[in-house]
């Protein structure tokens, strides 16, 4: 037995084979996630100089207009595409053929329809026409890289989704840099435009891929399927699109491009807990279904339990160090809006609980009840925003959006517990408590802040409640003893 299989089987022996599994999968999603996200962080002292918050708050309207249309384009037919592929029945290439057709008759009416509307478009987003346009057909090819990706995640190649999401952002990059250099004026359409040959590129890509494993057919069965499953999908994305990023439309409504420019790039850098937390939700969902079939409820508990304790440590760590992010990331222009990042950081946290709790309705097939809890949270989010915002700014959506969040958690679990009634749910208890430590080392350090601003104390500050923390939630007893 070579070295590294001995450390590998000596790593397995100590955490537990399922959490080796289950890192070794995240690692994979996360490098990609942290390799791409990483190159949009790096890039934003080169786009924060190179564009005013006007210019990054146009881009980032066009960004809503792609999550938006994105969905409605999708109809959701990615996770029907996954759900039906956990089914184990041997005609899942002609599903997969049913639904890219239903696909492409859906996709062709509607960009049709969006063209003839647009005027109703440029009055909501209120961006230049142009935007419209390259929205319109960047989101008519993403719908088939999502689609991909999802089949590379269900059948757990997660080192192919890693690579092909590295070598899109890198091609992104580049492409992005170079046409804003070139273009005088109006350079938000350099990031449009780039977005657009790149989608165009990757999406061409998919389809070849997707077509080899489809048999192309159009059967009353898998269309009831995929529909029953993902008309729900549709209005829960949508909400959730409404809880993470609606705010960016109303405070562009509300105040105008220049506080969307400030308030998309503190999310941008809060950001990077989601980019965590979606990172490594990727690898825990076929792991979920897996040990849900196999009734494995305790190997789960303990699972979540440290999936939670490395999600609460990452936000931790950014929160410490947000301050730092902003001023090496974003020209002193964009500085107004740092104390937005830790609250951004919070909204992921309740986001990764969230999320613990849905899966549980999709494993039902409940996708009635995920749509609607959606909807509540993001009717929530809507209101508190059109309310606050005109009294206390564009900063206020932040915490909206935090609320918003924290609802969709405890809806989730009571769905989860008291109306799916499943045998099992995972534990608060396994959750609940680190995430009080969490609370109480943040609202310490705010306070610390609060007393002093100097960096010859705050540092080490930082360095010891980030390494207290560590050792709560991973000292050598804590860890071994929820080992399943």
Known sequence: MGIFSALQEKTQLLI???????????????????????????????????????????????????????????MGINSSVIRYYYEGKDDFDKFLG???????????????????????LLKFFQIPIGMIYIGIGIVSFQIFITLYEGLLQATKQSKKVAFLNIIKKILLVISTVTLILIMQKEKYYGMAYATLFITVLFGGYSIYQ????????????????????????????LSQYILSSFDLIIINQLVGSNETGLYSL??????????????????????????????????????????????????????LFARELMIILADEQFHSALDIIPIVIMSYVFFFLYSLYVTFAFYKK????????????GGINIGLNYWLIPLFGYKIAAWTTLISYACLFVLHYLNARVILKTDW????????????????????????????????ILIPVKIFLLIALIFLYFGKKQFLKIKP
């Open 98 to 120: 049913s639904a890219i057709f239903l696909l492409l008759l859906w996709i062709v009416p509607l960009s049709f329809i969006l063209f003839i509307g647009k005027d109703i």
């Open 16 to 74: 537990g084979k399922d959490f080796y599994n289950f890192l070794s999968h995240s690692k994979n999603y996360v490098s990609a996630e942290i390799f791409s996200k990483g190159l949009g962080i790096i890039t934003i002292p080169i786009y924060t100089r190179l564009l005013v918050p006007e210019d990054y708050g146009i881009f980032a309207i066009l960004g809503s207009f792609l999550a938006i249309f994105g969905i409605i384009y999708s």
């Open 210 to 237: 997707i077509g080899k494993k489809a048999t192309i057919c159009l059967k009353k069965e898998y269309i009831k399927y995929a529909l029953i499953l993902c008309i729900p999908i549709v209005f829960h994305l």
């Open 266 to 319: 503190a999310y941008n850098i809060g950001g990077i807990q989601n980019m965590i937390c979606f990172g490594m939700l990727y690898a825990w969902t076929p792991i979920f279904y897996e040990k849900l079939k196999e009734f494995k409820y305790d190997d789960l508990n303990a699972l979540a339990s440290k999936f939670a304790r490395i999600i609460y440590l990452s936000a931790f760590a950014l929160i």
């Open 425 to 456: 749910i995972i534990s608060l208890k396994k959750l609940l408590p680190n995430l009080l430590v969490l609370t109480g080392f943040v609202l310490l350090f705010s306070y610390i802040s609060i007393v002093t601003s100097n960096n010859f």
């Open 366 to 377: 409940k996708t009635q009840l995920i749509a609607l809890f959606t909807i509540i949270a």
